[in-house]
């Protein structure tokens, strides 16, 4: 997304060696960028930067962005001064974009016309009706197939019936625009509410102690099948100590009461993949409700 367009078209392109929430803007500034592209685990962590007068004042004009968190779509373009052209793309293929200024915040767009079909079904493949999320299934119109090396039957599952399975539930509204729910399987739902998590990490990031914060699930203490207890990992300042009291305070203040976390856990790090998404499995395994770096929504209520 940021070195082949570059080549294509013969203009400067800036690489860095890293991702760097803190130092981003200062990059783009010293080398004059009027464009970065980055995925939505990235900017999260841009957003949550303490505030600075001078946010807005970068060369940049437009974000190109996959996963944009739906909480902090428009108070990141005012904040930072920029638009966002959201994307979504699978390596097997398939592709859609909302392009500058159309559609709805929050939707990833539309199929390329003419390239890829894209239709949203329910698990007997049946197309859903607006509104309903159902899993995003695509196939390319030039004829190209998917195939994974030496496991076929893997491949006929991902192709089943010639469409890619994408895994990843989404909803259309009445426009046909898209909007990514979940992945499959990865609902977190709670006494029977669906959780946005995007919102509870918004509210939760905007509190001067936390710098990242990943919100997941757990099995529910209460064993009801299918529901989750929230924990909220969250990383500190360089420099700053966690309160999590004042943090479960700013939750009960910003969430609805079924949105607020069971727990928090103070971690040194997010783990990410080296797309910088995060791998709250490795968060989840490493969770216990008695360790010394989890603290209880219970003791502070």
């Known amino acids: 997304m940021t070195l082949f367009p570059g080549l294509s078209m013969g203009i400067p392109v800036v690489i860095s060696q890293r991702f760097t929430k803190s130092g981003i803007w200062g990059v783009c500034r010293k080398h004059g960028c009027t464009t970065f592209s980055l995925l939505g685990g990235m900017m999260s962590g841009i957003y949550n930067e303490p505030q600075r007068p001078d946010d807005a004042d970068n060369p940049v004009r437009k974000v190109i962005s996959a996963g944009t968190p739906r909480a902090i779509w428009e108070d990141f373009e005012r904040r930072f001064g920029v638009q966002i052209l959201e994307w979504y793309a699978a390596i097997e293929g398939g592709f859609a974009y909302r392009p500058f200024g159309k559609g709805p915040v929050g939707s990833f767009g539309k199929p390329l016309p003419g390239l890829v079909e894209m239709r949203v079904v329910d698990e007997e493949d049946n197309e859903v009706q607006p509104g309903v999320t159902g899993e995003l299934i695509s196939r390319m119109l030039t004829g190209s197939s998917v195939e994974y090396y030496k496991k076929p039957e893997a ?14 539930m989404v909803h259309r509204d009445e426009e046909g625009w898209l909007f990514f729910d979940y992945r499959k399987g990865g ?11 995007d919102l509870v990490e918004k509210v939760i990031g905007e509190h001067p102690d936390v710098s990242e914060v990943c919100v997941y699930g757990i099995p529910a203490a209460s064993g009801a099948p299918g529901e989750s207890d929230l924990v909220a990992a969250v990383v500190p300042f360089e420099g700053k100590e966690i309160d999590t009291g004042s943090i479960f305070a700013a ?3 910003g969430l609805e009461r079924n949105s607020v976390p069971s727990y928090i856990q103070v971690v040194e790090e997010i783990p990410k993949s080296p797309s910088e998404k995060h791998l709250d499995r490795l968060l989840r395994e490493a969770f216990s409700p008695n360790a010394v770096n989890v603290y209880k929504l219970e003791d502070y209520s």
Do not use: V
């Not at 491949?155 to 990843?168: A, F, I, P, Q, Y």
């Open 155 to 168: 491949s006929e599952e991902k192709t089943r019936g010639g469409w890619l399975r994408s895994g990843d």
């Open 187 to 197: 609902a977190l739902r709670r006494a029977g509410d669906f959780i946005k998590p």
């Open 251 to 253: 939750a009960m203040e």
